[in-house]
């Protein structure tokens, strides 16, 4: 029997999320998170940030959504600032560095567009990999865990207060 060609993988593909994305998004999101997301601080701080489209990115394949992360413009004390999340990859396509290339895209698009800093709630081991650290004097507004509340911003900045509207 004659071998056959092995057909590749579909390949990813990266774009701006758009309004067209949004029922795809809420079913990955309800995947990954469940229904516990809207519980949680993070979501307290998207109530009052205003959703940054630009800076937010979907991972296709094949025309399939298959990740995606969210920034929203946020003010930290006095200083403008973006709020990374949610972030999530489909089952099937994690293991392979998908998440942490969508945040790098985000991160990239947020600093070309002249945001100081993105701010976000997460696991550091993950996040540090990606110029992430813990972020001190940093208030959400809601219950916390200090240690996993990170920061990747411009060198020197002085970043403290409350989240809050822009």
Do not use: Y
Not at 39 to 51: G, H, I, L, M, N
Not at 93 to 116: F, I, P, Q, S, T
Request: net charge neutral; with cysteine.
């Amino acid at each position: 029997m004659p071998l056959q060609p092995c057909r590749p993988e579909p390949a990813l593909s990266f774009v701006n999320e758009i309004p067209e994305h949004g029922p795809a998004i809420e079913a990955l999101l309800n995947r990954a998170f469940g229904p516990g997301r809207f519980a949680k601080v993070s979501e307290r701080v998207r109530e009052f940030a205003a959703f940054a489209p630009e800076l937010s990115f979907c991972a296709l394949e094949g025309g399939r959504l298959v990740g995606v992360v969210r920034m929203w413009r946020v003010m930290a004390g006095d200083q403008p600032i973006v709020f990374l999340g949610p972030l999530a990859v489909d089952e099937d396509a994690r293991k392979h560095g998908l998440g942490a290339e969508l945040v790098e895209r985000a991160c990239a698009a947020a600093e070309a567009a002249g945001e100081a800093a993105v701010l976000l709630v997460g696991d550091l081991p993950f996040f540090q990999r990606v110029g992430f650290e813990v972020a001190s004097g940093v208030t959400l507004p809601g219950p916390v865990d200090p240690r996993r509340v990170l920061v990747r911003a411009r060198p020197s900045l002085g970043l403290a207060g409350s989240l809050h509207a822009r």
